[in-house]
């Protein structure tokens, strides 16, 4: 089987969303596809080669790479449209058994323009986010080169079983991660010494580092508990958080790392945050189930969220992870501070998760 995979990103980045992605299309090649990435071609920077692109996101280069031209890539909004024509009308596009993409525009285009019938995949529940969007999705599931979506997590899969669209067609494939990238497994006081990191309380923060990804709260509760280092793993620059950040001493930003530097920040941890904020999956809605919580159970820490639909498909409060309230920053904190003086049972949770 062939698949071709349509992207609109400019590649290689450091979005969340684009290891994932690369980390499926390297899949996809493992399991015996034919697999061509099919993305923007760059207009001012060097073409990335396939072993580039592995080499960046630490995968083995089971996949070739086509990079098409279009309107103007460096303009993210410009670029999803110009993709969704151009890239379902390359040639290998056009010669693939399936097409399969993450982008909503490359799905329009596919199923206006293309001749081969695509896979759709999202963590978003568009149909909640967006009510509106509810017909649109109906007639994406009538058309007959529409063969089905992937979605990253039930809650999502519900949001459009609701609206009418075939359960048959709906996978709920949540993401994982692979046991060999979390290697070597480091103790604490291992990963603290790697890190450079005191011997204090620790609380650690890893993504995408943004007020919208709710790291507001996350300061608050570094306020209200002075003598914990909190750690937030993954600036780009000088934004709103890293500004705020500044004034807190008992706060330290490190810069984005690729995954096999930032597992260390994991195993230096006493609680694996995110953030407890319903600001990610409701407010912006670029966040459900996030990709964080799979290397975090991972890590074998004890974790701290929010009491979400989305994360209560994997987390059991008491039994792998303590969650909270959402936007309840005295409830966070208070909890916090009890995981903090309970080593056993950090312990506890961090193992059940691990499980």
Known sequence: MHIAYLTDQLLPQTATDTEYMISTVAAFGKVGAETTLIKPEHWFDPEPGRDDIADYYQVDPTFEVKAVRSVYPNIRGIEKVAQGVAAPLHSVARQADVLYTYTLPILIGALLFGTRPIVYETYRPWPYQQPWSAPFFRWVARHPRFLGAVLHSEHARASYEEIGLDPDSLLAARAGYDPDR????????????????????????????????????????????????????????????????????????????????????????????????????????????????????????????PNSPDLRELLQDGENAALVPPDDSDAAVRRLRSLLDDPDTRERLGAAARA
């Not at 620059?237 to 706060?251: K, M, P, W």
């Not at 994991?266 to 319903?278: C, F, N, R």
């Not at 912006?284 to 004890?302: D, H, I, W």
Request: glycine share 8%.
């Open 182 to 305: 979390l290697s070597p497994r480091l103790s604490r006081s291992e990963a603290r010494d790697y890190c450079g990191l005191s011997d204090r309380p620790t609380v650690t923060y890893t993504g995408r580092v943004t007020m919208k990804k709710g790291l507001g709260l996350m300061l608050e509760m570094a306020r209200a508990l002075p003598e914990v280092q909190f750690v937030i793993v993954g600036s780009e620059g000088e934004g709103e958080v890293e500004r705020r950040a500044a004034r807190l001493d008992n706060v330290r930003v490190v810069p984005w790392q690729p995954f096999d530097e930032m597992t260390p920040y994991l195993y230096a941890a006493d609680v694996l945050l995110i953030p407890p904020s319903t600001t990610p999956l409701k407010t912006v809605g670029n966040t459900v189930l996030p990709m964080k919580t799979f290397p975090y159970m991972a890590a074998g820490r004890a974790i701290l969220a």
